[in-house]
């Protein structure tokens, strides 16, 4: 055995007959496989394995032409003496005829599956040509190829074969089982396809309908049995109350492509979801869910009914949007009625369903000084259910402000205004009257044209404060009612130039994290501030000013964490507690969701438990670090033990970034020591998570298996090898036949010999074909799966 081991030219060739014999017959696979197992045993055995030996041998040779009757002899030398052994030769003639099927039976011993095949099938035929591979034999279930799994027998006493069943459609086939080279000779069977496939609705429509019965559904079904008219399938419902419900199928069709659609009609039930069911007398179908909807009994609810005020003219009708709520949905448009002060108008866009019906009309009435009329809309299927609502006409000889554009300028300067008005009576280029604190002036050319009206104006003003503003075609109104309908108001702020005011604020957001830096900047800062006496509030928290700008006009403070770590705006607010004054910022700070923390990197991933080593551990989506003590690492094994690891130092990745700015960094750390591996509280080698603590914000995050920790004094699998691939850890094999696998390992202990090599699959031992360990204590074990 040690020389057949050693010639490695030997051991390549037993290797390739092996894969020979893995094709043939599992019984010749079996004697071959037998005699380096004898040997094998024979080392076990033997006090000296270096001088076993066994009688075990398996001789190949490839016949000469025999006749039936002759012998064979086998010779071979044995301590210097020629042994013999004898054996009969039989000559087997080649069958006459057509095989004969002796068996064929499936798990359950029947010649018949599912539509989807994929089970066992087992062949016993006889009068058949030998076999000795089972790529040599050819099985068909009508023109599908099967694939054969197992050749258990080739002799001259009959052939007994495993094959997968293939697919197939309803109904029988003819197999056939034949050798290559031999298809006169071929054996014939049937086999059944039983149609399992359960029947189910693909789509239906409509999903829901009212429940009070009579309402048409149609189902797409697949897999459905044929049928030769409607009365031979059945529609059966369970209602939300547990009911059953019997359901009138109408009619039922199938398509070339052998798609059938079932048609029925609904009965009353309880309002729910029901569990509907259809089923012939062969075959019953998954079930479906209908929602049948309560009918709507109140009155119907107007929910949205846009503009109500308009201007009501012949020539330009208002465009009004309108939904209704509790209101049975319409099976046709043309059933919705809707009058506009008792004149039937058409609604246009109509979409009704069971949530609500929406549409739109348009006002059709000339009536300029304006007035109110009933908006009344109903369906002609049930025209007690009336729903009325109201639309204003607008006075349209009464002007209307639209805006004035700032609304705010300084005391002691021009301030450009534009005020926009609609109906205002103005023509381009018209004298407008401003009134201002009492006294009235014309403005020439005020009127700059456009729809609204855009009239420009210059205000002013010596004292800050609000002032009230009106305009009007004419100097005084009150003696003129056509002008005075065409009279407009509005307020101005004057605003102090000299007062302490908030002009902007950057950043405008950041994560509820926080801990970054804020600049506000302000105008007219007084002088002579002190930090401590500044604080910007952040609705729940305050923050205290850490550098004051006179130059530049900037304050900065440091943005709080928000305390309860929501997301969402947040007014701003800036106290001078020296002056007293508090001025509230221009817009709203927004707090942002912090994203979910990760480790997006261990690298290396692996450490050995022998000697210290330097591990980075990259991290993002939490606050930056400004040192390595902002930063904690631990290891957690399974049983909840947990080491600290010395953190080297702390990078973040990007440093124009401020320093708690949400980023990515990095921190490097030493990975733990054992300095006694083999003593009884050894550390355990295994992959254990890591732990990263940001100790400023008191947050962490883990990656599970994050970090391999091995002992590199022991043994280590360096690749797995086998017949359908290899891998650093794993191997494929085919389930069907035995294979060889070659296991390297690295760190074999030396002096060991490779006869005492064991393998276990699952739990399961397996035979060790052969093993060598060479000087640089790297084995090679090779066993047979």
């Known amino acids: 055995l040690s020389d057949y081991n050693a010639r490695g030219s030997l051991y390549d060739a037993a290797v390739s007959k092996a894969g020979q014999f893995s094709q043939a017959s599992e019984s010749l696979f079996s004697a071959y496989l037998a005699v380096p197992a004898a040997l094998n045993m024979e080392v076990l055995l033997s006090a000296d394995p270096t001088q076993a030996t066994s009688d075990a041998a398996l001789l190949l040779v490839r016949s000469p032409l025999v006749a039936e009757g002759e012998k064979g002899r ?64 050819t099985v068909k279930f009508g023109d599908t190829s099967a694939r054969v799994l197992r050749l258990l027998q080739g002799s001259s006493s009959g052939t007994r074969l495993t094959v997968l069943v293939p697919g197939g459609v309803p109904g029988v086939v003819d197999v056939t089982v034949a050798k290559q080279g031999f298809a006169s000779n071929a054996a014939t069977f049937q086999f059944t396809y039983i149609d399992d496939r359960i029947p189910q609705a693909s789509s239906f429509s409509p999903a829901r309908v009212y429940a009070d019965g009579g309402h048409t559904v149609t189902v797409i079904m697949t897999d459905f049995p044929d049928v030769q008219a409607a009365s031979e399938v059945s529609a059966d419902a369970t209602a939300a109350d547990k009911t059953e419900l019997s359901f009138a199928v109408v009619s039922v069709a199938k398509s070339a492509a052998g798609v059938t659609t079932v048609v029925f009609t609904t009965t009353a039930g309880a309002a729910g979801k029901a569990d509907v069911v259809i089923y012939t007398s062969a075959k019953r179908a998954l079930p479906f869910l209908l929602d049948l909807v309560a009918v709507p009994t109140g ?64 006002t059709g009435v000339e009536d300029l000084d304006g007035g109110v009329y009933n908006v009344s809309v109903w369906s002609s299927t049930d025209p007690s259910k009336v729903v009325v609502s109201t639309f204003e006409c607008k006075d349209t000889t009464v002007a209307t402000l639209v805006g004035a554009f ?22 381009l280029h018209n004298t407008v009257f401003l009134k201002q604190g009492g006294v009235t002036t014309a403005v020439a050319n005020a009127a700059n044209g456009g729809s609204p009206m855009e009239v420009l104006l210059t205000l002013t003003a010596t004292a800050p404060g609000v002032s009230s503003m009106t305009l009007a075609p004419c100097k005084d109104p009150t003696k003129d009612a056509n002008c ?37 900047k302000v105008k007219n800062l007084p002088t002579g501030l002190v930090k401590a006496q500044v604080i910007l509030n952040f609705g729940a928290s305050n923050a205290t000013c850490s550098n004051i700008d006179n130059a530049t006009g900037v304050l900065t403070f440091k943005i709080p964490t928000e305390p309860t770590a929501t997301a969402g705006k947040v007014s701003l607010r ?48 939490l606050p930056g670090v400004a040192a390595a003590s902002d930063v904690g690492v631990e290891l957690v094994w399974s049983d909840g033990r947990t080491e600290d690891l010395l953190v ?19 921190a490097d750390v030493t990975t733990p020591e054992d300095g006694d591996p083999d003593d009884a509280d050894s550390m355990e080698v295994t992959a254990v998570t890591v732990r990263v603590i ?34 650093q850890t794993s191997a494929n094999v085919p389930m069907s036949v035995s294979s060889e696998v070659t296991i390297t390992v690295n760190k074999a202990p030396s002096g060991v010999k490779a006869s005492v090599y064991s393998a276990v699959v699952g739990s399961s031992a397996v035979g060790v074909t052969f093993a060598t360990v060479d000087a640089a204590r790297i084995a090679q074990v090779v066993l047979t799966s």
């Open 484 to 520: 005075l309908k065409k009279e407009v108001s509005f307020d101005f702020n004057f605003l102090d130039p000299n007062a302490v005011r908030v002009t902007g604020f950057f950043p405008l957001s950041e994560y509820v994290s926080g801990r970054t830096e804020i600049d506000v």
């Open 74 to 137: 086998v010779s071979w030398l044995k301590g210097g003496a020629m042994q013999y052994h004898d054996f009969d030769c039989s000559v087997i003639t080649a069958p006459v005829g057509t095989a004969v099927v002796e068996e064929a039976y499936t798990d359950d011993l029947s010649r018949s599956s599912g539509l989807s095949g994929n089970v066992l099938l087992t062949i016993v035929v006889s009068n058949f040509p030998l076999v000795y591979s089972k790529a040599s034999l």
């Open 694 to 727: 940001h100790r400023v914000f008191g947050s962490f995050v883990e990656l599970q298996a994050g970090l391999a920790l091995y002992d590199d004094a022991l043994p280590q699998v360096m690749s797995v090898s086998g017949p359908d691939g290899a891998g």
């Open 406 to 427: 700032p609304a705010a300028g300084f005391a002691g300067s021009n301030t450009s205004v534009s005020v926009f008005i609609t109906d205002s009576g103005y023509a």
């Open 574 to 621: 800036l106290h001078l507690l020296a002056s007293g004054e508090s001025l509230e910022l221009p817009r709203k700070f927004d707090y942002l969701e912090q994203k979910p923390a990760v480790i997006t990197s261990v690298s290396p991933s692996k450490a050995s438990i022998r000697t210290a080593g330097t591990v980075r551990i990259a991290v993002s989506n």
């Open 648 to 666: 080297l130092s702390a990078t973040r990745t990007d440093a124009r970034k401020q320093v708690y700015a949400v980023q990515e960094w990095f």
């Open 299 to 362: 009155a119907p609810q107007v929910t949205q009914f846009e503009p109500s005020i308009g201007e009501c003219r012949a020539g330009s009708p208002v465009n009004v949007s309108m939904r209704l709520d509790s209101f049975r949905e319409l099976t046709d448009a043309a059933n919705l009625q809707v009058t506009f002060g008792g004149i039937s108008t058409i609604p246009r866009n109509v979409s009704s369903l069971m949530t609500g019906t929406t549409f739109e009309f348009s």
